[in-house]
């Protein structure tokens, strides 16, 4: 025989499904309304949580993302924080599983690469600003130093970017004849020093413009101009050159 339903559980039935029907109902409602927000008034409008849940509408697509993107933000301090920190960190936030934290690095790397193509085939000292946005978003998150040369040529294009040497969290060995031997290479009549500082303070130590002088002391008889050596925090940057330590 058909096996008969109770009315009670008919009802039961009947309030999950309302229940389900309304979780639906609110994050749709909530997700056009931030989407209608960002075209309306642009990004410039939105905190940085906002932005976030934005990207993570596509990343999370059956789950209330805000209290992530809060979790998120809390946690690490600003939207390009978020992006920055490292994987097995993000990957404590409660809802952010691999495939979740790997879509996030995506988004970095986008970004990076267009800041980095910003750069290419114009003069790297005319478009300081695009030069400084471009090595925050490639080393002010890094858990590790990193010691970074841009190789330029006469009319100072950029030639080549590249990681010399990563380091610990506080200190990255210099090699001088290794940064002279390599612009030698590229046949760069320019080099820009760049290098981050990971507890976030961009000061330079009396080391970091010791080392700058003695490669500028090599490179000077070889042809090649030392512009600048550039250290970067998570919140701003310092040029030895614009504080006269070189």
């Known amino acids: ?5 109770s009315k009670s559980t008919k009802k039961n039935n ?7 029907g309304k979780t639906k109902q609110h994050y749709h409602g909530h997700r056009a309304r931030l989407r209608e927000r960002f075209i309306n008034n642009g990004p410039e409008a939105m905190a940085d949580y906002e932005l976030l849940e934005l990207v993570l509408f596509r990343i999370l697509p059956r789950r209330d993302t805000k209290p992530v993107a809060k979790d998120l933000i809390d ?3 600003s939207f390009s924080e978020v992006l920055g920190a490292p994987s097995h960190l993000l990957s404590e936030i409660d809802g952010l599983g691999p495939m979740a934290v790997t879509d996030l690095k995506v988004l970095l790397a986008v970004a990076q690469r267009f800041t980095r193509d910003e750069l290419r085939d114009r003069p790297v000292l005319a478009s300081w600003n695009k030069l400084i946005e471009y090595c925050h978003s490639q080393m002010a998150f890094e858990e590790k130093e990193q010691f970074r040369i841009l190789f330029l040529d006469k009319m100072n294009m950029l030639i080549a970017d590249e990681v010399q040497q990563v380091g610990t969290v506080d200190h990255t060995p210099v090699y001088t004849r290794e940064v002279i031997r390599r612009s030698l290479e590229l046949s760069a009549t320019a080099i820009i020093l760049v290098h981050n500082h990971p507890s976030g303070d961009p000061s330079p130590s009396s080391a970091d413009v010791r080392m700058t002088k003695a490669i500028i002391d090599v490179a000077k008889p070889l042809g090649i101009t030392i512009h600048d050596h550039v250290i970067i925090g998570k919140s701003g940057h310092v040029s030895l050159r614009a504080r006269k330590l070189i």
């Open 1 to 5: 025989m058909p096996k008969q339903t």
């Open 14 to 20: 009947t309030a999950k499904n309302n229940t389900a």
């Open 75 to 77: 946690r690490f301090g």
